[in-house]
């Protein structure tokens, strides 16, 4: 069956960094975009960064954007997000998705990982 596994959230303090992977299974990971979103309590879904399928298109949301990047190796069927200069803001739950078409609806998605910035 499909699985998208997150890993690589936790605690960190403003201005730090931290890089979020996704392992997937089930599927032809390379044939599919992939997607990281978030949602704060509180808050609406919100896209983070999307990637073809790949690799050579990326969409960063504005609240992100100059901040994190996006990046994904097909031979390991893994999509990492790495994010820089973290603020409070950024707090949230991040989920990994997949679609079969780029910057379209995802059809599969992860448990989450829960990031939190905080002193």
């Known amino acids: 069956q499909v699985q998208l596994v997150e890993s690589g959230g936790g605690l960190v303090q403003p201005g730090g960094s931290l890089r979020l992977s996704c392992a997937a299974s089930?599927?032809?990971?390379?044939?599919?975009?992939m997607g990281w979103y978030r949602q704060a309590p509180g808050k609406e879904r919100e896209l983070v960064a999307s990637?073809?399928?790949?690799?050579?298109?990326?969409n960063y949301g504005d609240s992100v954007k100059g901040r994190s990047t996006i990046s994904r190796d097909n031979a390991k069927n893994t999509v990492y997000l790495q994010m820089n200069s973290l603020k409070p803001e950024d707090t949230a739950v991040y989920y990994c998705?997949?679609?079969?078409?780029?910057?379209?609806?995802?059809?599969?998605w992860g448990q989450g990982t829960q990031v939190t910035v905080s002193s």
């Open positions: 990637i073809s399928s790949a690799g050579g298109s990326t």
């Open positions: 998705s997949a679609g079969p078409r780029y910057r379209e609806a995802s059809v599969y």
């Open positions: 089930g599927f032809t990971f390379s044939r599919y975009a």
